[in-house]
């Protein structure tokens, strides 16, 4: 079966420093699939990589078998491919509603118009309102993006993520700030989210990660050093040795 989103012999070094060494990745279309490693393993790097973030010094990434390696991020993103990031990234000043307003593609578009102009697009608006419900966000629309919980931040950031209607999302430690009660939330949310999209994440929270991936890739010392279910990764020796195990 043709994988969706494809690496192959994946390297990247930022001066005498390797990063990635000859990293090869698939994901197949309505699977969750997850990253994980120790800090410092080429994690978010991989991510920088596939979504055009950095641009790799040899190897190739495709999406639906069509060669994407070195696009700018905004060309991977019209490509089907969305992301969020390990810090949160919002206008902290603007409405929840209004954050995914402008990260609607057809509004992108019209980049030149005022946020004011933007408020009378029922469309758009409705449009964000959907976003933010399928998030666990209704009733949040007009809050001002900083007085949202630090888990509602999440779930805003993983709208905007879905707000280009992605056929692929990456998510770099969406966990990560949360305490237990936040986690458990995130769970449900992603649980649900995989019905409908393909997701990718790196996470350090191995029980979270265990739970909702089908496959998990190991990542150090900027390799994949084991590939498998949660079950297969339960019994691998090196996983057993490290901190990772008692997942």
């Not at 070094?13 to 990063?19: A, T």
């Not at 978010?44 to 190897?59: A, S």
């Not at 999440?154 to 966990?175: G, K, M, N, Q, Y």
Request: glycine fraction near 10%; charge should be positive; proline fraction near 3%.
């Amino acid at each position: 079966m043709t994988a969706l989103f494809e690496a192959t012999g994946l390297h990247k070094r930022f001066g005498d420093r390797v990063v990635l060494e000859d990293i090869s990745l698939a994901f197949h279309a309505g699977t969750t699939t997850g990253i994980m490693g120790p800090n410092g393993a080429g994690k978010t790097t991989c991510f920088n990589v596939l979504t055009g973030h950095y641009r790799p010094d040899r190897g190739r990434v495709a999406m639906d078998g069509a060669d994407i390696t070195g696009l700018a991020p905004q060309d991977i993103v019209r490509r089907g491919v969305a992301r969020s990031f390990q810090a949160i990234n919002l206008f902290d000043q603007e409405t929840a509603q209004d954050n995914l307003v402008v990260a609607l593609p057809r509004v992108r578009a019209r980049a030149h118009r005022a946020l004011r102009d933007l408020a009378r697009d029922t469309a758009a608006q409705d449009e964000a309102a959907a976003l933010l419900a399928r998030v666990g966000l209704a009733g949040r629309e007009r809050t001002i993006a900083k007085d949202l919980s630090y888990g509602e931040r999440r779930a805003l950031e993983i709208a905007l993520a879905l707000a280009t209607s992605p056929r692929i999302v990456f998510l770099d430690e969406p966990t990560s700030g949360l305490g237990a009660n936040g986690t458990a939330r995130l769970a449900e949310l992603i649980g649900e989210l995989k019905r409908r999209f393909t997701i990718v994440m790196i996470e350090h929270d191995m029980r979270f990660l265990f739970r909702l991936a089908e496959r998990i890739h190991v990542i150090h010392w900027g390799q994949v050093i084991a590939s498998g279910t949660p079950d297969e990764l339960r019994g691998n020796a090196w996983v057993q040795r490290s901190s990772l195990g008692a997942a």
